[in-house]
């Protein structure tokens, strides 16, 4: 059963569409982290002046 599943990652198309999705989660992850971040609530410095 396990060396089905390596034979179909192997091919080059599934290898590829698995990993595309792996990196878009994790970029959705940090893109969701950074949302609460607090980065966006504080003014601009130089709206001050």
């Not at 893109?31 to 504080?42: I, R, W």
């Amino acid at each position: 059963m396990w060396t089905k599943w390596l034979a179909i990652w192997h091919q080059p198309v599934v290898a590829f569409i698995g990993w595309t999705i792996f990196y878009f989660a994790i970029l959705m992850a940090l893109v969701y982290l950074y949302g609460y971040s607090g980065l966006n609530s504080t003014t601009f410095i130089y709206n001050e002046f």
